[in-house]
C-alpha cells in the first residue's frame, strides 16, 4: 500500500482536483483507493460523486477518532469504479483541538487490507488535521499553482514538515512531488514559476497542467477531470503528471 497526501496551505491551489485525478489514475490501474477527505468543505468527496443525499453512516472525522473504522465508514464512490470515499464534513474542524490525532492516521492506515493505496486530501491550513495527513504519508505531493503566493505556501509546507512532522512523526519526511498547475505557457509568471520549481526541486517537478475551465465544470458534475473531460488537453496533462508519480513509485 501506498498513502499519498497532496497539501498546500491555500485555498484554490487545486489540491483537491489534483487528488481526485490521482484516485482516478489509481483505479484506471486496477487499484483499490480509499480517499480519505480532510477537509470540511467535503470537496473530494463531491468531486468523486457523494452527494448530500449518499448513505454515508460513518465519515472521516469517526476514522481519526477511532469512533469507527475505514472498513465501516466507507463508501464506494459513484464517479470512479474501484474507489471507496471517507466522507470529510464539518466535525473535522473540530479535530485541530484533538491532539491525539495527529498519529491517527500514521499508526492506522498501514494494518488496513481492504485497499491497495490510499489518497488523502487536506484542508488548506497546516493544522492538527493536516499534520496527520502528512505524518502517515508515504508520498507527499503539493498542487503549486502557477501564482506567487502559492508558490510562497510551498516553503511554508516545507518548513512545517521539517520542524513538525520529519524530527518525530515521521523521520525524514519531505515533499516528494510538487505538480505546478493553472499553468498557461503564454504567461511571465507562469514560466518563472515553473522554472524556478524546477531549479529549487530538482527530480520532484512534474509536468505542468494547463487552466482549464474543464477544472471547475467537473466539479458541479461531481468527477474527475479525467472522467468529466477525458479527450481534454487538461485531463491529458493530469495524466502525464500523475503517471510520473506513480511509475516512481511502482519502480
Do not use: F
Not at 111 to 128: F, K, N, Y
Not at 226 to 241: E, L, N, Q
Amino acid at each position: 500500500m501506498t498513502i499519498y497526501t497532496v497539501a498546500l496551505s491555500k485555498g484554490g491551489s487545486t489540491k483537491t482536483t489534483t487528488a481526485a485525478d490521482l484516485v482516478s489514475a489509481l483505479a484506471d490501474r486496477g487499484r483499490k483507493v480509499l480517499a480519505i477527505d480532510l477537509d470540511q468543505q467535503g470537496n473530494l468527496s463531491t468531486r468523486l460523486g457523494l452527494t448530500d443525499q449518499s448513505p454515508v453512516d460513518s465519515v472521516a472525522s469517526d476514522v481519526l477518532l477511532g469512533t469507527a473504522t475505514a472498513e465501516q465508514a466507507a463508501v464506494p464512490a459513484p464517479s470512479v469504479e474501484g474507489a471507496w470515499v471517507l466522507a470529510g464534513t464539518h466535525d473535522l474542524a473540530e479535530l485541530d483541538q484533538r491532539p491525539e490525532v495527529i498519529t491517527a492516521l500514521r499508526d492506522y492506515l498501514p494494518e488496513l487490507m481492504d485497499w491497495d493505496d490510499v489518497v488523502i486530501d487536506t484542508p488548506p491550513a497546516l493544522g492538527l488535521v493536516t499534520l496527520a495527513a502528512l505524518a502517515a504519508a508515504d508520498q507527499i505531493i503539493a498542487a503549486v499553482a502557477c501564482e506567487t503566493e502559492a508558490y510562497d505556501q510551498l516553503t511554508r509546507l516545507q518548513d512545517v514538515i521539517s520542524v513538525r512532522v520529519a524530527p518525530r512523526l515521521r523521520r525524514g519526511q519531505a515533499i516528494h512531488w510538487i505538480v505546478p498547475t493553472r499553468h498557461d505557457p503564454r504567461r511571465l509568471l507562469d514560466r518563472d514559476v515553473v522554472e524556478q520549481l524546477l531549479e529549487q526541486w530538482p527530480g520532484r517537478v512534474t509536468s505542468p497542467i494547463r487552466e482549464a475551465v474543464a477544472a471547475r465544470d467537473a466539479y458541479t458534475a461531481g468527477l474527475p477531470v479525467s472522467r468529466y473531460a477525458p479527450t481534454s488537453g487538461i485531463a491529458a496533462d493530469y495524466r502525464a503528471a500523475l503517471a510520473t508519480i506513480i511509475d516512481a513509485q511502482e519502480a
